[in-house]
């Protein structure tokens, strides 16, 4: 009898062990396609300031990285500027690397489900790979510049892509997508800067980064376990926006059944959304999209128009050192923050935005009024600039996904993912006058 028992028991427990072991493949799989995405992009714009330092030998406008952007070389001599003022503003480099990310999240979403998974994961790791190898054999500026528009395109089209690939799979993978995408920032700097320090030349070190978009395809076509749903190849027929509740309940063996929703017979019409009915979808992630933009405008504007400005003289870092750890500590606020998910969830979105404005604002009159006592208060604010501005990104797509239909799901969240980069090309455009006012005091 005992052992009748025990035998019975076994497919259970195994089918127990099998979802838990499917749970945490796919959360590794998301965390390592989040790294990739925004790795290659972090990693390949410092290495494209390395070579166009050398391809024109003292040319000193505006560098190329999103990680160190700046590159003072104990000040700037010729500016008599009371800030310290590189000569163009960081921001001029933000535009050119968000522009094209922008373009592709505007328009992408309304045609990119002609295109399946499998295809557009490959596009954007060929993308990331030449950009690479672009910029380690560029010979010409525009060959570098081409480069970072490669690695803009991979990194747009990629997130808005793995994002609308969530729907498919148990909406705890946001929480490693996340996290990988706010490890990304911190990993691609430190390994860059250390493979460099060694003696590396930046051209063998973008060599040896050509593994990230093989890491990618790793990550996509072995390690994630999809439902037979995905349309990973062809188009689904009948076109369908979303894995069902029931496919996914399967899919995570039955651990989320208390967070799915049920969906009547009019959410689960099969053929494709309208643009009428994408346009009206669109309009209900307004409240979503104005939050995270916002964030993103504020935080942007604070790393590209004021992070520079920010200079204390008679502090024992130099001018550089001081920019590089204000932008590694956002960083890491950002990591934080992007992997808190699992332990804590924030729905009041607008609050975050408020905070992130109240941050702007504070700094703004700090750079204006010089009234901060010393770098290691504007370190503080800058990590908890990153905490905000992940916590708002991980938070949003999360309640989208919980709270959007199933058929909308996946469209709104490609959709929703054009909030983040249009508040930094707004960060951008606004910067510019801003850095230029405080450059001629």
């Given at each position: 009898?005992?052992?009748?028992?025990?035998?019975?028991?076994?497919?259970?427990?195994?089918?127990?062990?099998?979802?838990?072991?499917?749970?945490?493949?796919?959360?590794?799989?998301?965390?390592l396609?989040?790294?990739?995405?925004?790795?290659?992009y972090?990693?390949?714009?410092?290495?494209?300031?390395?070579?166009?330092?050398?391809?024109?030998?003292g040319?000193?406008?505006a560098?190329?990285?999103?990680?160190s952007?700046?590159d003072?070389?104990?000040?700037?001599?010729?500016?008599?500027?009371?800030?310290?003022?590189?000569?163009v503003?960081?921001?001029?480099?933000?535009?050119?690397?968000?522009?094209p990310t922008?373009?592709?999240?505007?328009?992408?979403?309304?045609?990119?489900?002609?295109?399946?998974y499998?295809?557009?994961?490959?596009?954007?790791?060929?993308m990331?790979?030449?950009?690479?190898?672009?910029?380690?054999?560029?010979?010409?500026?525009?060959?570098?510049?081409?480069?970072?528009?490669?690695?803009?395109?991979?990194?747009g089209l990629?997130?808005?892509?793995?994002?609308?690939?969530?729907?498919?799979?148990?909406?705890?993978?946001?929480?490693?997508?996340?996290?990988?995408?706010?490890?990304?920032?911190?990993a691609?700097?430190l390994?860059?800067s250390?493979?460099?320090q060694?003696?590396?030349?930046?051209?063998?070190?973008?060599?040896?980064m050509?593994?990230?978009?093989?890491?990618?395809?790793?990550s996509?076509?072995?390690?994630?376990?999809?439902p037979?749903?995905?349309?990973?190849?062809?188009?689904?027929?009948?076109?369908?926006?979303?894995?069902?509740?029931?496919?996914?309940?399967?899919?995570?063996?039955?651990?989320?059944?208390?967070?799915?929703?049920?969906?009547t017979?009019e959410?689960?019409?099969t053929?494709p959304?309208?643009?009428?009915?994408?346009?009206?979808?669109?309009?209900?992630?307004?409240r979503f999209?104005?939050p995270?933009?916002?964030?993103?405008?504020?935080?942007?504007?604070?790393?590209?128009?004021l992070?520079?400005?920010?200079?204390?003289p008679?502090?024992?870092?130099?001018?550089?050192?001081?920019?590089?750890?204000?932008?590694?500590?956002?960083?890491?606020?950002?990591?934080?923050?992007r992997?808190s998910?699992?332990?804590v969830?924030?729905?009041?979105?607008?609050a975050?935005?408020l905070?992130?404005v109240?941050?702007?604002?504070?700094?703004?009159?700090?750079?204006r009024?010089?009234?901060m006592?010393?770098?290691?208060?504007?370190?503080?604010?800058?990590?908890?600039?990153g905490?905000?501005?992940?916590?708002?990104?991980?938070?949003?797509?999360?309640?989208?996904?919980?709270?959007?239909?199933?058929?909308?799901?996946?469209?709104?969240?490609?959709?929703?993912?054009?909030g983040d980069?249009?508040?930094?090309a707004l960060?951008?455009?606004?910067?510019?006058?801003v850095?230029?006012?405080?450059?001629?005091?």
């Open positions: 009898m005992e052992q009748a028992a025990s035998v019975n028991a076994d497919p259970v427990q195994r089918s127990d062990s099998n979802g838990c072991c499917t749970q945490w493949r796919n959360w590794a799989g998301f965390w396609l989040g790294l990739c995405n925004n790795f290659a972090v990693v390949m714009l410092s290495a494209a300031h390395d070579i166009l330092k050398k391809q024109e030998s040319n000193t406008t560098p190329t990285s999103a990680t952007a700046v003072f070389q104990g000040g700037n001599s010729s500016n008599s500027s009371r800030y310290d003022c590189n000569p503003s960081t921001a001029a480099v933000l535009l050119a690397d968000i522009l922008l373009i592709i999240k505007l328009f992408a979403p309304f045609v990119i489900h002609k295109l399946p499998g295809i557009r994961v490959l596009f954007c790791a060929i990331a790979a030449a950009s690479f190898l672009l910029v380690s054999f560029s010979s010409a500026v525009w060959m570098s510049i081409l480069g970072v528009i490669f690695a803009s395109v991979s990194s990629g997130e808005l892509s793995f994002l609308s690939l969530t729907v498919f799979f148990s909406r705890d993978v946001l929480g490693g997508w996340g996290s990988g995408t706010g490890g990304a920032g911190v691609g700097a390994l860059y250390g493979l460099t060694i003696g590396l030349s930046p051209q063998i070190t973008l060599l040896i050509l593994v990230v978009p093989f890491a990618m395809l790793i996509y076509f072995l390690l994630l376990l999809p037979p749903s995905l349309p990973q190849w062809k188009s689904r027929e009948p076109e369908y926006a979303a894995v069902s509740s029931e496919e996914r309940r399967r899919l995570v063996d039955g651990t989320e059944e208390e967070e799915q929703e049920k969906s017979p959410d689960r019409t053929g959304l309208t643009f009428t009915e994408k346009l009206c979808i669109i309009k209900g992630l307004l999209v104005f995270l933009g916002l964030v993103y405008f504020a935080e942007y504007f604070i790393n590209q128009g992070m520079e400005l920010l200079y204390f008679n502090f024992f870092l130099s001018h550089a050192e001081q920019y590089r750890w204000y932008q590694t500590l956002y960083q890491v606020g950002v990591l934080v923050s992997s998910l699992c332990c969830k924030i729905r009041k979105l607008w975050l935005s905070l992130q109240v941050n702007a604002v504070l700094l703004l009159f700090a750079v009024y010089q009234f006592p010393s770098a290691w208060l504007v370190f503080t604010i800058v990590l908890y600039e905490l905000l501005g992940g916590a708002a990104y991980v938070n949003t797509f999360y309640f989208i996904s919980k709270e959007t239909e199933d058929r909308q799901r996946e469209f709104a969240m490609a959709a929703a993912s054009v980069s249009l508040g930094i960060a951008g455009l606004t910067a510019f006058p850095h230029r006012y405080f450059c001629s005091l």
